[in-house]
Each structure stands twice: as structure tokens, then as C-alpha cells.
């Protein structure tokens, strides 16, 4: 079996190097970009996700290499395997990443990457106690049964990983044309951290962002809709405890009081947000409501009486191109 | 990752937060006046159609009257802010101002006059009233 390194380890120097790097630009630019106790719980959480991820890599590692075993292909480790096997994990990670934000039971472990209403580099770093309790990790066993070696995944796993740290920033706008219309960057993955029902549960991709493109999620950031970062439900302070298990404690008491059967597998494998009587929101919910706003506002913005307010005009919706 | 790795990242880890803290990033929020407060509560609950505000002086809370009896607490937290809608929410109004309980460990208030702490507290059931009449159609 072939020894290949973890590319996150590596990266760690040029992490801390660059969130230095961004702290100082922020120091210049925009101070409220960063908060010391945001940034402590951003990289506390980093810091426990991968100390989580070692314990269970051993387990993970042992099952993928189980599945191996019913693999269709002998697949190498020439370099273009290496490179097949980047693009269709990718394709995997967005599986799993759309699953993350629509079923209940993953959300409940990738909502700690989200749950800070800063978008940094330190925020890049806010990753998840409980993947292997929540069974992300099923997500790529496709990848294994295809024949591409664990290590490979592995390792090309790492590297998108490594990958999608940088387009945690505010400080890079938007990337060349040519790049912004092939892969993930700063202003296709801001909408994704955005709450604004516009951007809700949109551009879920790991490096590619065809794959948003291709499976009609993409959402382009707009200059006249800026991204507010964050959860629908914003955690009320800043502990690491709370932001790393509040949604599983969530899904607990709700699966305890739920009436009926029904009603405890929705609230445990529904969209987030789902509850029995409809008291709750989810991002369909939000979505429509704002539409309706949108079209009331606009409706009034289109009257040619004097009914419409200066206000009203300033929010009205520019006229399409 | 090694032990060395583990233990050369938590240092990282303290050492940035150190470095934030020394920068004297994320000046603490404030809420600016009645208009940012209206806006902080309709961009964070969907379809919060906002009437008007109460901001007490050192920007520290505000709430914010919407229509069918909702209202919304707003406080900061470090360097953004905490929206919550209630209904009905628990108060009571004292020297120090208004203590509004939203829902979370930690309550919104509001340095107030004890007179104006007293007018917001009832407003805030007065509202809830029309709500639940409202919703009883």
C-alpha cells in the first residue's frame, strides 16, 4: 500500500501564516472582520475536529479498505488516477455537502462550520467534532467500490480540503472570469456562508463549482445584496461546546417530545428547520416569504402614484439587464 | 498528525487569538440608532415587517416592534449582533433600565430611565395583546 502524506498536515504553517496575514489586512482595512472570541472559537473547534478525526481515522480508514475488497477495477497509482480520483471526489464532497445542509442528521454536524457571523480564514478552520457520528464518511464509499485505492481518497480528500481554505476570505473579491465559471472561489463560497434568502442553501461545491452549475444550485454573489453571514438561528454566544453538539441536543429534545414516529424521523432526517405542526422555518419557508416581499415591494416600486416612499425606492430591486 | 504537530497547533491556536486580541479587532458592536436597528431585524427574520424602534443610548439592545404582535430583541455580540423574534417576552424594568428575556442565556437590556424602561415593558404586552387578538382573527 502506497504511503502518501496528509496534505492538511503540511498546510498547517501556511494556515496560521495566512490567517496572520489576513488578521493584519483587517487591522487596516475593516476591523470587525475578525472578533478574538470568534477567532478563539473558530480555531478551538479546528483544533478539536482534527483531534476527532484521529481517533476516528483508524475505523474509517479500516472500512474503506473492507469495501476495497468488492472493488470493480484495479485502479493504480499513476498520476492520472490520482487526478480522476480529485474530480470524483469532489463530485462526492458535493454530495455530501448538499446533503449536509438538506437533511437534518448531517446538519447537525456541518452546522459548526457555519455557525460564525464572520467570514475569515479562522472560519475556514471551524470544522466538525462529529462527522463520524453523523456517517459522513458514506459519502465516499461509491469512490472505494469504483476501485481507487484509500489512500488516494484520502489524499486527495486532503487536498481539496487544503483547497477550500483559501476562499474563506473577504479580502479577494471576485477571481478571473474564466476561473469564477469553473471553480469554487471567495465569491461563490461567500453566498454559500450567506443567510440572505437569496443565497440560502446554494453553491455547494468543494473545488469544482461546475457541479453547482451543472446540478442547478449556483447563485452568483450580488454587489446589491451582500452576503450576511451565519446561521438562520445565530448561536447566542461564543462557546465551543455549544457551537460543536447545540444541533444534536436540538434534534434530542425534539425526537423526545415528538408525537408520533413520523414526526421523530422528520426531525431527525427532514430539512432543517422541518417540525410536525409547521411552527418552524425552513429555507423554503424563508425563501418564499422573502419572494412574496420582493414581489410586494416591487409591485409597489412599479406604481406610478405617490404612494411609494423614498425608503421603498431606495430597496427596490434594480431593473433586470 | 503526531503529538508535536498536535501540541505546535494548539500553541498556534492561543497564539492567534493572542494576536487578534492585540490588534484590537472586532471593535464591539453598537447599534447605531432606531434605523440600523429596523434593519439588523428585517435582514435577520424572514419577513419581519418592522413598525419602529427603541435603541437605548449606549447602542448596547434594542427592540423592535413589527406587525401581528412580534417583536425584535436585538443585542450585540462581539462585533455583530443577536436577532431574536418573540412574542410576549418576560421584562421587568428597574434603575438600571429594561431586562427583556429573549429566549437565551443571556437577556437583552436596555439602559433605560426607569419611566421609559416602565413605557417600553408595557408597550411590549400592550403589542402582544393586539397579536393574539389578531391572531384569533
Redesign the interface.
Known amino acids: 500500500m502506497a504511503e502518501l502524506p496528509d496534505p492538511v498536515d503540511l498546510a498547517v504553517p501556511a494556515f496560521v501564516a495566512l490567517v496572520l496575514a489576513e488578521m493584519i489586512v483587517a487591522r487596516v482595512k475593516d476591523r470587525s472582520r475578525y472578533c478574538p472570541r470568534d477567532t478563539l472559537t473558530s480555531l478551538l473547534l479546528g483544533f478539536g475536529s482534527t483531534v476527532a478525526g484521529v481517533l476516528s481515522a483508524g475505523m474509517v480508514f479500516a472500512l474503506a479498505t473492507w469495501v476495497h475488497q468488492f472493488r470493480l477495477f484495479d485502479i493504480g497509482y499513476a498520476w492520472y488516477w490520482f487526478v480522476l480520483a480529485f474530480v470524483l471526489d469532489d463530485l462526492a464532497y458535493y454530495a455530501f455537502h448538499r446533503s449536509a445542509h438538506r437533511v437534518r442528521w448531517f446538519w447537525a454536524s456541518h452546522v459548526i462550520h457555519h455557525s460564525s457571523q464572520h467570514y475569515n480564514l479562522s472560519t475556514a478552520l471551524r470544522q466538525t467534532w462529529t462527522g463520524f457520528f453523523s456517517l459522513a464518511f458514506l459519502f465516499r464509499l461509491p469512490l472505494f467500490l469504483i476501485g481507487f485505492p484509500p489512500a488516494m481518497i484520502f489524499f486527495v480528500a486532503g487536498l481539496n480540503l487544503v483547497y477550500q481554505f483559501w476562499i474563506h476570505t473577504e479580502v479577494i473579491g471576485r477571481m478571473p472570469r474564466w476561473f469564477e465559471a469553473v471553480m469554487n472561489t471567495p465569491s461563490h463560497h461567500r453566498v454559500h456562508h450567506a443567510t440572505n434568502a437569496r443565497y440560502l442553501d446554494r453553491n455547494y461545491a468543494g473545488v469544482f463549482i461546475v457541479w453547482d452549475r451543472l446540478f442547478g444550485t449556483f447563485e452568483g454573489e450580488r454587489d446589491d445584496d451582500r452576503p450576511r453571514y451565519g446561521i438562520v438561528h445565530n448561536l447566542p454566544d461564543f462557546s465551543v461546546l455549544r457551537a460543536a453538539f447545540h444541533e444534536w441536543w436540538g434534534i434530542a429534545k425534539d425526537v423526545w417530545h415528538a408525537p408520533d414516529w413520523r414526526a421523530r424521523l422528520g426531525y431527525m432526517f427532514g430539512p432543517p428547520g422541518w417540525s410536525h405542526d409547521g411552527s418552524r422555518d425552513t429555507s423554503e419557508s424563508i425563501k418564499t416569504r422573502w419572494k412574496v416581499r420582493q414581489e410586494r415591494r416591487g409591485e409597489a416600486w412599479k406604481k406610478p402614484t405617490s404612494s411609494l416612499s423614498a425608503q421603498e425606492a431606495e430597496a427596490a430591486p434594480p431593473p433586470a439587464a | ?1 503526531n503529538w508535536a ?2 501540541a ?3 500553541v ?2 492561543l497564539m ?2 493572542g ?3 492585540a ?5 464591539s ?1 453598537r447599534i447605531a440608532d432606531a434605523a440600523q436597528a429596523i434593519r439588523l431585524a428585517e ?2 427574520l ?2 419581519f ?1 418592522a413598525s419602529d424602534a427603541v435603541v437605548c443610548a449606549d447602542g448596547g439592545g434594542a427592540v423592535v416592534f413589527g406587525s401581528h404582535g412580534t417583536v425584535a430583541l436585538i443585542r450585540p ?4 449582533f ?2 431574536r423574534e418573540v412574542r410576549r417576552p418576560q421584562w421587568q424594568a428597574s434603575d438600571a433600565g429594561l431586562r427583556i428575556e429573549s429566549g ?3 437577556p437583552v437590556l436596555l439602559t433605560l430611565n426607569p419611566a421609559d424602561a416602565q413605557g417600553v415593558g408595557q408597550r411590549l404586552d400592550a403589542v402582544a395583546d393586539i397579536g393574539v387578538n389578531m391572531d384569533r382573527g
Open positions: 498528525m504537530l498536535a505546535g497547533s494548539l498556534a491556536v492567534l487569538a494576536i487578534a486580541w490588534l484590537r479587532l472586532g471593535e458592536g435582514e435577520g424572514a419577513g415587517e455580540s462581539g462585533a455583530r443577536i436577532v437565551d442565556p443571556i
